[in-house]
């Protein structure tokens, strides 16, 4: 099954997580990483989204910022997010939900 492909933005303040699809305000991927990222605050667009299903970013995940690029991936469902990115070196892991609240 071929799996969606939708340009969004991610955002990482802290422990916080948001992730957002481009003109889309009534999903919201929030959550919230096991530690704090060594940076403030990151904005990361445009990224893509990979999902089947709209539900695929509800639960745990792994990420990495590094290398020139930023990977998330939800291991349950096949879900992931990617996009370019000048910071890094670092690995995290963390959990998210969907927020259908505009």
Same mark, same amino acid.
Not at 72 to 101: N, P, Q, V
């Given at each position: ?11 990482? #303040? ?8 481009? +003109? ?5 991927? /929030?959550? %919230?990483?096991?530690? @704090? ?18 539900? #695929? ?8 910022? +590094? ?5 998330? /991936?939800? %291991?349950?469902?096949? @879900? ?18 969907? #927020?259908?609240?505009?």
């Amino acid at each position: 099954q071929q799996q969606e492909e939708i340009p969004g933005w991610i955002y990482f #303040d802290g422990k916080r997580f948001q992730g957002r699809i481009h +003109g889309n305000t009534y999903w919201n991927i /929030k959550g %919230e990483l096991d530690e @704090a990222l060594p940076i403030d605050e990151l904005l990361i667009d445009p990224v893509v989204f990979k999902l089947n299903h709209p539900t #695929d970013f509800d639960g745990e995940f792994t990420g990495h910022i +590094g290398r020139g690029e930023a990977v998330l /991936k939800w %291991e349950k469902t096949g @879900a992931s997010i990617s996009g370019r990115s000048g910071h890094g070196d670092f690995a995290f892991k963390g959990k998210t939900y969907i #927020d259908w609240s505009p």
